[in-house]
């Protein structure tokens, strides 16, 4: 079991197991395209803008406009993670941690998946906004309780692993279709017992994903200071 636990046993314990504040799964994935890879690489095509041509004259000929193709190509990587509840540890506390383990697993593995979606918005990327200042603009009346989940076609998402210096904290806005998160296995969990572990129960979770920016014009970068 986790080396934590001695810690538990030292102390009265309460007939239910408590979860630490963390972020419960991926916050990013329902805001980004996903789909799935079954290979060490994925590959996504990409048409790019072509412009037309003036006809001048009747039967002109017709022109040959090369329609340009590029591609993006995104690493999956594989993560997992896994502890160990030995047997005579059950019988001193009151409550399995099995389920709280394997939801604290699955947290993890969705953190990290947003961890990888925003490594792939930064970079080269487009700084920039219009201030929200104005009530005219202004249709979330949630702004007065500190609220704001939606402006101007934008939805809010809150996110407190974002990278930030001194006071300035790199903020992204995104299009859906500007950032991909390819999976090729979906977060999976398994409670096992290892018998090269006194018969310990183990509590594993995995997972393979990587993400790739489709499109540098769909990813904005917006540099915000935080007041103290």
Known sequence: MSSEITESLKQ???DYIEMGLQQMGSR????VRVESVQAKYGYFDRVEAVDAVLKTTRHADTPQIDTPHTRRRVDMSDYHVADLIDKQDVLRIAGNPENVYVQTHINALGRQM???IITAATGTAYEGETEVTSSDYNTVKAFVQ????TFMGFT???FERLAKASTTRSCL???RSGLLLAVGMDIMTDISER???SLATQVYACATFGATRMYEEKVVEIQCTESA
């Open 146 to 149: 500190g609220e704001v989940d």
């Open 28 to 31: 990013f994935r329902p805001a």
């Open 156 to 158: 809010f998402i809150r």
């Open 195 to 197: 018998k090269d572990k």
């Open 12 to 14: 009265q314990y309460h």
């Open 173 to 175: 806005a995104w299009s």
């Open 114 to 116: 947003d961890d990888v």
